[in-house]
């Protein structure tokens, strides 16, 4: 399947994958949406996606991909940053 995503890259920081996948109904909840997840165990970096069906290559379809992209992001904003907020202030 050809897709388009929004994701968030959790570069060497397995704790705060865990933390975040501790809350993993919840965050789906609040976003309405199913999202892949990835803890990558052979790696550093862990991964938390939303795919779309898209095709890179249909250029009549880009400002359609770009406005779900910028939706998406403004929603992993509104509510991944409070559960890194409250992770983060527990380890201060």
Same mark, same amino acid.
């Given at each position: #399947?050809k897709q388009?995503?929004c $994701? ?5 920081? @397995? ?7 501790e809350?993993?109904?919840t965050? !789906?909840? !609040?976003?309405a949406? @199913?999202? !892949?997840w ?5 790696? @550093?970096?862990?991964r938390?996606k939303l795919?779309? @069906?898209?095709?890179i290559?249909e250029?009549?379809?880009w400002?359609?991909y770009h406005?779900? #992209?910028?939706d998406k992001? +403004?929603?992993?904003?509104n +509510?991944?940053s409070n559960?890194i907020?409250? $992770?983060?202030? !527990?380890h201060t």
């Amino acid at each position: #399947m050809k897709q388009i995503a929004c $994701e968030i890259y959790i570069s060497d920081s @397995k704790g705060l994958f865990s933390a975040l996948s501790e809350n993993k109904e919840t965050i !789906e909840d !609040e976003l309405a949406e @199913k999202l !892949e997840w990835h803890e990558l165990p052979n790696k @550093k970096a862990s991964r938390i996606k939303l795919v779309s @069906k898209g095709d890179i290559f249909e250029q009549d379809r880009w400002l359609d991909y770009h406005s779900w #992209m910028l939706d998406k992001v +403004v929603d992993f904003q509104n +509510v991944f940053s409070n559960y890194i907020k409250n $992770e983060e202030n !527990e380890h201060t």
